[in-house]
T-cell receptor, first 114, second 113 residues
């Protein structure tokens, strides 16, 4: 079965520093989603990537999907306390048809020190 | 557009009871998926409904069931609650296309005592 591995599991950075979170799949990805979650709350959609080599940016967050479509990275530039939270990558399951079944990585907890 | 809403936000039940959670999708969205999130297992897919039909189901016991109404609102039911059912239950809605983005609600925190 397909699995998503996120690294690191947790991260503490000083405000203003850059950081990268990785998401690696055991199989080819057919739609990779990045979400952010505040503890105990719902997931906030950040970005979706589908094509190998694709890169998307929103404000200070950039997400990339590698050419082989097995690894994605999320990069935050000049981190701020508002970036703190849990970052989750999710992926469509090949062969699950036109359904909403996603698998998720275990999450990366980010703390930003002022 | 209003986002995905879930009620109630918090719930405390005792073992053996049953519980019903509700989810209202974004207007126009026909697909509703349910997920369970626990510290040990992370986010796990429960099931997905589209046009009142269950299209996919995760690996959960039959005590977990759901349904969807003609207005796309969905309910999830858990019978004979166990301590291990304590979790954050999230629903997500999307338009219905294969690559449509899933938008999540705030979740229902269920505590089983």
């Amino acid at each position: 079965s397909q699995e998503l591995e996120q690294s690191p599991q947790s991260l503490i950075v000083q405000e203003g520093k850059n950081l990268t979170i990785n998401c690696t799949s055991s199989k080819t990805l057919y739609g990779l989603y990045w979400y952010k979650q505040k503890y105990g709350e719902g997931l906030i959609f950040l970005m979706m990537l589908q094509k190998g080599g694709e890169e998307k940016s929103h404000e200070k967050i950039t997400a990339k999907l590698d050419e082989k479509k097995q690894q994605s990275s999320l990069h935050i530039t000049a981190s701020q306390p508002s970036h703190a939270g849990i970052y989750l990558c999710g992926a469509d399951i090949p062969g699950s048809g036109n359904t909403g079944k996603l698998i998720f990585g275990q999450g990366t907890t980010l703390q930003v020190k002022p | 557009k209003a986002g995905v809403t879930q009620t109630p936000r918090y719930l405390i039940k005792t073992r053996g009871q049953q519980v019903t959670l509700s989810c209202s999708p974004i207007s126009g969205h026909r697909s509703v998926s349910w997920y369970q999130q626990t510290p040990g297992q992370g986010l796990q897919f429960l099931f997905e409904y589209f046009s009142e039909t269950q299209r996919n189901k995760g690996n959960f016991p039959g005590r977990f069931s759901g349904r969807q109404f003609s207005n796309s609102r969905s309910e999830m039911n858990v019978s004979t609650l166990e301590l291990g059912d304590s979790a954050l239950y999230l629903c997500a809605s999307r338009g219905g296309g294969r690559t449509d983005t899933q938008y999540f609600g705030p979740g229902t925190r269920l505590t089983v005592l």
